[in-house]
């Protein structure tokens, strides 16, 4: 179900149920509202004690009253169905709605999310509130969404999640035996006779069968799907509203890709750590959180919070440095939000988030310097309305997969003490966004559907532990019709059971990479070594590299194997500089039918990711980088774009400390829209210097990038 929207929401988390007993407050909310320029605030996230504060007590005037109130100014409402938090009395009188701990003891009352979501009474009283709320609320025409609880996550253990568990195996495998074969439960001893005699993992348990604890992990996914579905069924009772739950920064503990399925929206709580290190850095961090959540469903999506300020959970609770606030905003638009909105709209007075940020603080007054920027931010936004239902523009794609992450962050080897994935992530992302490349984060089985891959040029295997049956398959077609592939260390080496392949790895293209890897060395934190390449004029490329170092061979090329034309053995680029591998492959190119595929055996520095991906971004004519400019975008800056409506709109945005000149590249290009404060100097029509925190925006006809 699409959410049809006509102007770029802003607004956030609104709790009037705190102030109940100060109508002026209320009243004056209102006010500070349409002074900060919002159109849209989320109700009743934790609102269940007071919206039943007895059992089939319904006490929905209170909010009744808010909704009509916000509608009749003009503010539009989320609906939010009230599952995260349950009131006292529901855990009173029915104990087993509470989480039990991997030893099964029940925890006490209290905290967000402590709750079964296999228990059939919790369901059942989730789904009475959230009918009644349904039939109450469904058709007013200030909702314009339904938001299903809030930042879903954790595990319960109770006996009827082991049950439900050990029929989800039944389901998967249909017989012991075959989950003996490919749970490798023979080693050390460790086979079932019945799926009756599975547990879940527990530390005071079974912890070292990893194939179990995968599979553990995918449940927990399975079964929060499902509570999410109930719910959803339960507020279409009597509305037809498109539906969201709010996510979470690369959340490890539940599948995005497999919850997003059940919702209409994908939206996302973002809370970067601005001001901590490099602005920069943050902001390419929370760059591709953005791009990952929009992957998810492959449209437009939304940032559900930020801190219009300071948040009051992070190790230092830092305030936003001027003109922030705005920048953080954009970018989630810049990278394919139709939203951009904040928690909390009023600090709370009291218990844990009395101290993080809001729009309206405990001063309660517009004169403030964090009301004005969220005003400021709201008119920036007004004007960007024609970019709704416009669709990020991508080349590339990075793998990202849940369950390969899970599987390898459980290896126990090569590295136990950090393997630096998400480092490894960035150094591609940094290196794409330098190039001026759109990219989407995808897991394996969105690039196995028909047609996805042909829809790409460029796709990135970093650390792709876990290839599922098929994928190499897939991979090897993406590169041979003319795909540009790289493939790093630690790839393809085991299947969906988290079982070792045999016969070589990177599993299924060791003749499409024309290496395969024979061992791979741990490198203590203290270590490196370097990667080398051919010297030209008297010169060479060297490179760091540190963590792992994968040694590979390279191979002879079947071409009856593979169904490829092949070309020779790949041309090696780097070599291994120092220890005993030193003169051994560390990065190839190998030719494989219309396309390349790269494979990278090491984590080295920044440099080599633009250093590589600005080659393959000019002879492929990718990115700003292979289009326009011929060199690196200056670090810091941000161009991405979205096309839609027979437009195409392109954001540049400045995260670096210095100030930075931008030229447009062409006179179909238009402005409009740049910064707000009066830094920026127009140089002439297409060329402006833009400041830390600036932006430009402008677009040109046709929706082509």
């Known amino acids: 179900m699409e959410l049809k929207m006509d102007r770029i929401w802003h607004g956030g988390d609104y709790n009037p149920e705190q102030w109940l007993e100060f109508p002026d407050i209320l009243e004056e909310d209102i006010v500070l509202l349409k002074k900060a320029k919002c159109n849209i605030v989320t109700l009743g996230v934790f609102s269940w004690s007071m919206l039943e504060p007895q059992e089939g007590n319904w006490q929905f005037d209170w909010l009744g009253k808010i909704i009509d109130r916000l509608w009749a100014e003009g503010i539009s409402v989320i609906l939010a169905t009230p599952s995260g938090a349950r009131p006292k009395w529901l855990a009173d009188r029915y104990p087993q709605v509470l989480r039990c701990n991997e030893d099964g ?87 079932y006779d019945s799926f009756d005699q599975i547990e879940a993992p527990s530390s005071n348990g079974e912890n070292q069968l990893h194939a179990l604890k995968l599979d553990w992990k995918r449940f927990v996914t399975h079964q929060t799907a499902d509570f999410l579905r109930s719910e959803i069924r339960a507020v279409r009772t009597y509305s037809n509203l498109p539906v969201t739950t709010n996510l979470m920064y690369y959340y490890r ?106 729009v309206i603080d405990h001063y309660g007054g517009a004169d403030t310097r964090v009301m004005h920027e969220v005003a400021q931010t709201g008119e920036l936004l007004a004007k960007l309305g024609e970019i709704v239902g416009t669709r990020a523009v991508s080349e590339a794609v990075i793998l990202y997969d849940w369950d390969s992450i899970w599987a390898m962050e459980d290896s126990q080897g090569p590295r136990n003490e950090g393997l630096h994935y998400t480092e490894l992530l960035l150094h591609f992302y940094r290196a794409l966004t330098r190039c001026g490349i759109g990219v989407d984060l995808k897991d394996e089985e969105s690039l196995m559907q028909p047609g996805v891959l042909a829809k790409v040029r460029l796709l990135i295997i970093p650390m792709g532990y876990m290839f599922r049956c098929g994928f190499d398959r897939a991979v090897e077609a993406f590169v041979r019709d003319g795909g540009i592939l790289i493939t790093t260390f630690w ?75 092949l070309h020779g053995k790949p041309d090696i680029l780097l070599k291994y500089g120092k220890d005993f591998y030193q003169g051994m492959p560390a990065l190839t190119r190998n030719i494989c039918g219309s396309g390349e595929a790269w494979y990278l055996a090491s984590h080295a520095g920044e440099k080599l990711y633009e250093d590589m991906l600005l080659r393959i971004a000019q002879e492929h004519r990718l990115g700003l980088v292979g289009r326009e400019t011929g060199a690196l975008l200056p670090n810091g800056l941000q161009v991405t774009q979205r096309a839609g409506n027979g437009w195409c709109y392109r954001f540049y945005q400045n995260f670096s400390e210095e100030s930075v000149e931008v030229t447009l590249p062409g006179n179909e290009w238009e402005v409009i829209a740049t910064e707000q404060w009066g830094e920026g100097v127009m140089e002439d029509a297409h060329s402006r210097i833009i400041p830390q925190y600036g932006f430009l925006i402008c677009r040109k006809a046709s929706g082509e990038a």
């Open 491 to 565: 790839s393809g080496i085991v299947d969906e059971n988290d079982r070792c392949y045999l016969g070589g790895i990177p599993h299924g293209l060791t003749q499409v990479l024309g290496v395969r890897s024979s061992e791979i060395d741990g490198l203590y934190d203290w270590e490196h070594n370097v990667l080398v390449g051919r010297e030209t004029d008297g010169e060479r490329n060297e490179y760091e590299c540190r963590y792992l170092c994968d040694l590979p061979v390279t191979t002879g090329l079947d071409e009856a194997m593979t169904g490829a034309h």
């Open 253 to 358: 503990g539940l599948d995005y890709f497999k919850l997003s399925k059940e919702i209409d929206v994908v939206s996302w709580d973002t809370y970067p750590t601005w001001h901590k290190h490099s602005d920069a850095e943050t902001a390419l961090d929370n760059g591709m959180c953005h791009d990952l959540m929009r992957s998810l469903k492959g449209k437009p999506f939304l940032q559900m919070e930020s801190s219009p300020s300071a948040t009051n959970w992070q190790g230092v609770s830092k305030l936003k440095k001027p003109h922030l606030l705005a920048a953080q905003a954009l970018q989630a638009v810049a990278h394919g939000s139709d939203g951009a909105m904040y928690f909390q709209i009023r600090q709370s007075r009291g218990s844990a988030e009395k101290f993080h940020g809001a």
């Open 105 to 191: 003891t029940r925890r006490f009352y209290g905290t967000r999310h402590n709750h079964c979501y296999t228990s059939p009474v919790y369901r059942e009283k989730t789904a009475a509130i959230d009918r009644a709320l349904s039939k109450r609320f469904g058709a007013h025409p200030a909702v314009k969404l339904w938001h299903i609880s809030n930042e879903l996550g954790g595990e319960c253990f109770c006996p009827l999640c082991q049950e439900a568990f050990r029929n989800w195996l039944r389901d998967r495998y249909q017989s012991i035996d075959v989950l003996n074969r490919r749970w490798s439960t023979v080693f050390w001893s460790h086979v």
